[in-house]
């Protein structure tokens, strides 16, 4: 008996010892950013790692009355905001067309569809063709591309034909239109897989900077996270030089490092994450459980 | 289950439309056209996966012509194989040193892919039930934080001027200099695999904690009942348990062999690990975008799109006579 809980503890307290270490690896960088941002330039030299010292939210406060950033923060809110909707309520009205068995060619119309999903013509094919569509140097170059996920229409058209048809026929009876029993009984019955497909691409949308990349070089299309990309890569004298441009004006006594700057980016890039994450966790679980049932 | 479902409600439907066409005649032909009304309704969805997604298929031809920026295609000189002619031999040391990053990196990731498994079965057997959500929430954000933020963190830890590891390791006098961690060429590719993991482990374990859950109850009482202890139950239930899902996940990551990804690779390069951080997907973006050669880069991607298409299929096909399922 002895042997046998001693086991038990043992493992137990290595175990638990193990998770929160790797927790606190997960989380700790984004803390010590954090307090690093709101700290005095010359305790940061020091070393700050336990909470802030100096507290001082000068470099935010000029770096938000900054214009690259402040634009590029507007973009990424914009395509985050209006591709969602767009996305969510496209692939929404398209996967319940997709469940009516009185489409013809709907079985052909689902497979062109999930193809998508292993279809790839390569970077400069893609990139020609958005090119002759128009959108290079376009904000809809961040929108239209996704409007039709595959991934997307799969879940949605999983959950929809597990509505009971007894619901819907109800209100055909009463003679509803296809658009009005989707608005009326499809969409709000499937809010929690909307709710998951709605999270899942605004974090996408907000972390998306590759098309922005190839294709757009407009600076008041610039995307947040292309703005904190740029900072990063710029070498050293470039930073100072460009930290120094924008603090040119400030008034307060205090210093502000190139360091400051790019933890400050990165702060006010990773916040809405940050923010929202711990609340809709369960709905990217969700969603990657429902996506492991095949369509 | 979801078939049956599905059975069940197309059986309820036929009754339903017998029962509408024995009552008022016609009834077939007024379901026909709102048929037609509804592939209508789909239709600017189709045109839009049609023009986003199967149009730049289209663009394959561009790997046959000797295509200029500027110049139309027809206008351009058909050249048939040339560039994949190239690919192998003026540009083959290349390639194969991009082929050689890939698949090396791959190759590790496919490696450490148990540790996904052990982190599902030990995070399992963890007590407390809040604190395994906060593991649980805290471990699965960084999969959703943006490759240039992942960059940054890394940036900010790792860097040899003023990085925090080496800050404290100096300060502890482990260190007599500062160590390039993101400048050497001799870790790149253990580097790399270590980010993918810190940014990936906790949500690939879902999967398996998932799997987990659907393991019979009863498997582990009678085992409990049999006097097994904790390593054995794990060995002899839970691992036989998830090793479906495991063998499908590592197919789909041996079908996926050619794809890293472009992003960890764009922003983690650097001249001083530039051999081996250049990855296929990189090198098209060099050649395509940077150096502008659009028809070799062209040809590039068709050759990774084909390969992996056929890699996939024949796992797909062993999968199927093995497992008697298919994985796509």
């Known amino acids: ?295 | 289950m979801l078939a049956m479902q599905d059975r069940q409600r197309v059986a309820r439907r036929r009754v339903d439309l017998k029962a509408m066409a024995a009552g008022r005649t016609g009834a077939g032909s007024v379901k026909r056209k709102q048929g037609w009304t509804l592939l209508l309704l789909a239709l600017p969805f189709i045109a839009v996966v049609f023009v986003f997604y199967y149009v730049p298929l289209f663009g394959w031809v561009y790997g046959f012509f000797d295509y200029k920026p500027g110049i139309p295609l027809n206008r351009s000189e058909f050249v048939g194989l040339k560039y994949l002619r190239i690919a192998f031999t003026e540009q083959g040391m290349d390639l194969a040193r991009v082929l050689k990053n890939s698949l090396v990196l791959s190759f590790l990731g496919i490696l450490v892919s148990p540790l996904y498994v052990a982190f599902a079965i030990l995070l399992n057997e963890m007590r407390g039930k809040l604190l395994r959500k906060w593991v649980q929430v805290t471990t699965t954000l960084p999969n959703f934080i943006s490759w240039v933020l992942v960059y940054s963190v890394f940036y900010v830890f790792f860097a040899v001027s003023d990085g925090v590891v080496n800050n404290v390791l100096i300060k502890l006098e482990w260190l007599a200099r500062p160590f390039n961690f993101l400048g050497n060429s001799e870790i790149a590719w253990g580097f790399q695999t270590l980010v993918g993991l810190w940014k990936g482990l906790g949500w690939g374990a879902i999967i398996y904690l998932a799997a987990i859950a659907g393991i019979d109850q009863e498997l582990y009482d009678a085992a409990k009942v049999d006097g097994a202890g904790r390593f054995r139950t794990i060995w002899h239930i839970t691992v036989p348990g998830i090793m479906p899902t495991f063998v499908v996940l590592l197919l789909l990551n041996v079908s996926n062999m050619l794809n890293n990804g472009f992003e960890q690779y764009y922003v983690f390069y650097n001249a001083l690990v530039a051999d081996k951080l250049d990855v296929i997907d990189y090198y098209v973006y060099r050649v395509g975008l940077e150096n502008n050669d659009f028809s070799y880069s062209t040809v590039l991607g068709m050759f990774k799109t084909i390969v992996s298409v056929v890699v996939l299929f024949t796992v797909n096909g062993i999968a199927k006579r093995i497992r008697g399922e298919s994985i796509i």
């Open chain 1, 1 to 295: 008996m002895w042997p046998g809980r001693w086991h038990d503890v043992l493992f137990h307290t290595l175990n638990t010892a193990f998770f929160v270490l790797f927790a606190l690896c997960c989380i700790y960088p984004f803390y010590y950013i954090l307090i690093n941002s709101v700290s005095d330039p010359l305790q940061v030299t020091k070393g700050v790692y336990l909470w802030p010292e100096g507290f001082n939210l000068t470099v935010y406060r000029e770096m938000l009355s900054q214009k690259t950033i402040s634009v590029s923060f507007w973009v990424s809110s914009a395509r985050a905001v209006v591709g969602t909707i767009l996305t969510v309520f496209s692939c929404a009205f398209f996967s319940y067309l997709l469940t009516k068995k009185e489409m013809p060619f709907r079985k052909t119309v689902y497979r062109f569809v999930v193809v998508t999903l292993y279809l790839n013509a390569g970077l400069i094919p893609w990139y020609l063709t958005m090119k002759m569509l128009g959108l290079k140097n376009s904000f809809w170059l961040y929108i239209l591309p996704t409007v039709i996920v595959g991934f997307f229409v799969i879940l949605m058209k999983t959950f929809i034909e597990q509505i009971p048809a007894a619901l819907e026929e109800a209100a055909v009876v009463e003679g509803a239109g296809y658009l009005t029993v989707f608005a009326k009984i499809i969409f709000p019955v499937s809010l929690p897989i909307v709710a998951t497909i709605t999270v899942f691409n605004a974090v996408n949308q907000w972390n998306a900077w590759m098309d922005n990349l190839f294709l757009v070089n407009d600076p008041n299309l610039q995307t947040l996270q292309l703005t904190l990309l740029n900072f990063l890569k710029q070498s050293e004298a470039l930073a100072q030089e460009t930290t120094r441009r924008m603090m040119g004006n400030q008034t307060s006594g205090h210093l502000i490092s190139p360091q400051n700057v790019k933890m400050a980016i990165t702060m006010i890039v990773t916040a809405p994450i940050l923010l929202i994450y711990p609340f809709m966790q369960r709905y990217f679980v969700k969603g990657i459980m429902l996506g492991a049932v095949k369509g």
